[in-house]
């Protein structure tokens, strides 16, 4: 029975993997805001739901960011900017650790580091955001 535990784990691994390799291909431009991300309207309450589940431990539960992690994200001047479509493209991509405008130093991952996260997630993680602006 244990040993069944094993394989199931090293599948879930490799199929992260996988995925995650499918999610963080490069952009012809390389750019966030002109990756394709097709997105439909956000829904702010199922992305507070995502938020809480992926962005939270980062960013924290109440948006302010948490020490060495996550920047604050309410308010937030650079959300506050976007469209929902391009918050959307930027949450997709992520921004790296030595990116010029990462105020941080820390790695943004793409997806915030859940390739499994539909396109409509991520739509409606952009929206609760811009929400709260």
Same mark, same amino acid.
């Given at each position: 029975?244990?040993?069944?535990?094993?394989?199931?784990?090293?599948?879930?691994?490799?199929?992260?993997?996988?995925?995650?390799?499918?999610?963080?291909?490069?952009?012809?431009?390389? /750019?966030?805001? $002109?990756?394709?991300?097709?997105?439909?309207? @956000?829904?702010?309450?199922?992305?507070?739901?995502?938020? %809480?589940? !992926?962005?939270?431990?980062?960013?924290?539960?109440?948006?302010?960011?948490?020490?060495?992690?996550?920047?604050?994200?309410?308010?937030?001047?650079?959300?506050?900017?976007? /469209?929902?479509? $391009?918050?959307?493209?930027?949450?997709?991509? @992520?921004?790296?650790?030595?990116?010029?405008?990462?105020? %941080?130093? !820390?790695?943004?991952?793409?997806?915030?580091?859940?390739?499994?996260?539909?396109?409509?997630?991520?739509?409606?993680?952009?929206?609760?955001?811009?929400?709260?602006?």
């Amino acid at each position: 029975m244990r040993r069944t535990g094993r394989r199931v784990a090293i599948i879930g691994v490799l199929l992260a993997l996988v995925l995650a390799a499918c999610v963080c291909e490069d952009t012809d431009s390389g /750019s966030w805001n $002109s990756s394709p991300v097709p997105v439909g309207p @956000g829904d702010p309450i199922a992305g507070a739901r995502t938020y %809480t589940q !992926v962005c939270s431990s980062c960013h924290g539960a109440d948006l302010q960011g948490v020490d060495d992690l996550g920047t604050r994200l309410s308010p937030s001047e650079f959300i506050a900017d976007q /469209s929902e479509s $391009s918050l959307a493209r930027y949450i997709r991509v @992520g921004r790296e650790a030595d990116d010029p405008d990462n105020v %941080t130093g !820390v790695l943004m991952p793409p997806s915030g580091g859940a390739p499994w996260l539909s396109d409509q997630d991520i739509a409606n993680t952009a929206a609760y955001l811009l929400g709260h602006q």
